[in-house]
């Protein structure tokens, strides 16, 4: 079946440094989501990406989407401490458009 | 907007009893709505597909009988754990589609002891 793999697990830095957490598919994806989860929360969802090559930016955070369609970074510039929680990327599974494969996540944190 | 609330957010039961936990999503209408698992520090794991009207759709490995879900109305669905154990012990957490994004609910944390 198909997996999403995501690296690093863990990550922590300190406040200012930057972050980047990978996502890589087993299949190519017609599209991928990435949620944020902070501790003891729920899944928030972030973006989602399209199209082949696609970079989309929301303020410190940038996502891009690989020309294959098969992998995908976010990448947070200068972090804070409101940036700390688990980063999942997801893709769709099973031949849906609406299920989702998450991967393991990156919990990321910061050191004020 | 697309807030989905669960209820209970924590349950403890006693080994052999059955838990019902209910999705709702608040401010709109779901025709599709999802169950995940999570361990702890580890990710989500679908367990079912919740389809308005219809019977869920389960995943490999997740058994049905033991996961009863009813998906009565379009703003909400339920899990069942029935005869619950200890290994069912986990964080159970419910997303509801509107367009292509999951809004996913609070989480109730199950505790069997």
């Known amino acids: 079946g198909q997996q999403v793999m995501q690296i690093p697990q863990y990550q922590h830095v300190q406040e200012g440094e930057d972050f980047t957490t990978y996502c890589n598919s087993s299949t190519t994806l017609s599209n991928i989501q990435w949620y944020k989860q902070r501790p003891g929360g729920h899944p928030v969802f972030l973006i989602q990406?399209?199209?082949?090559?696609e970079v989309k930016k929301q303020k410190r955070l940038t996502f891009q989407f690989g020309e294959a369609k098969k992998n995908s970074s976010l990448h947070i510039t200068a972090t804070q401490t409101t940036d700390v929680g688990t980063y999942f990327c997801a893709g769709p599974s099973g031949g849906s458009n609406y299920k989702l494969t998450f991967g393991k996540g990156t919990l990321l944190t910061v050191n004020p | 907007g697309a807030v989905v609330s669960q209820h209970p957010s924590r349950v403890i039961c006693k080994s052999g009893t059955s838990v019902k936990i209910e999705c709702r999503s608040l401010d709109f209408q779901a025709t599709t709505m999802f169950w995940y698992r999570q361990f702890p520090k580890k990710s989500l794991m679908l367990m079912a597909t919740s389809n308005e009207g219809s019977k869920a759709t389960y995943e490999q490995g997740v058994e049905k009988d033991k996961f009863l879900i009813n998906h009565a109305s379009l703003t909400l669905s339920t899990l069942t754990v029935t005869s619950a154990h200890p290994e069912d012990s986990s964080f159970y957490i419910c997303?509801?589609?509107?367009?292509?994004?999951?809004?996913f609910g609070p989480g109730t944390r199950l505790t069997v002891t």
């Open positions: 990406l399209v199209k082949s090559g």
């Open positions: 997303s509801a589609m509107r367009d292509y994004e999951q809004y």
